[in-house]
């Protein structure tokens, strides 16, 4: 069995900065590529970053390319979403999610066979 837990949402004014964390647990020896996506009210849930563990390549989605990073900290087995120069069009819950099968780096959320429950981030004008 696999956990993810998110947390360090909140909310923030634009130009305001969030770190999100997700502790992973269970099959850690196994992880591939971890990511970040996001859902809006009324909007389907979009990619926004990810990593594979192992080697540390990235993706980003183009809205969030540049002022947001990826990170992992192999020791305590979480991946971290620096998020600077936030804007309203950032708001939405964050998930987090984990894809066992491959090194894909994939920005397709049906690649990803674990998700956390996610948390929201709320960002003001």
């Known amino acids: 069995q696999v956990q993810l837990v998110e947390s360090g949402g909140g909310l923030v004014q634009a130009g305001g900065s969030l770190r999100l964390s997700c502790a992973a647990s269970?099959?850690?020896?196994?992880?591939?590529?971890m990511g970040w996506f996001r859902q809006a009210p009324g909007k389907e849930r979009e990619f926004v970053a990810c990593i594979n563990w192992s080697g540390g390549r990235t993706n980003y989605a183009d809205s969030v390319q540049g002022r947001f990073t990826i990170s992992t900290n192999n020791v305590k087995n979480t991946l971290y979403l620096q998020m600077n120069s936030l804007k309203p069009e950032d708001t939405a819950v964050y998930y987090c999610?984990?894809?066992?099968?491959?090194?894909?780096?994939?920005?397709?959320?049906?690649?990803?066979?674990?998700w956390g429950q996610g948390t929201q981030v709320t960002v003001s004008p």
């Open positions: 269970g099959r850690t020896v196994s992880w591939y590529t």
């Open positions: 999610a984990a894809d066992l099968l491959s090194n894909r780096v994939s920005g397709t959320a049906n690649d990803y066979q674990y």
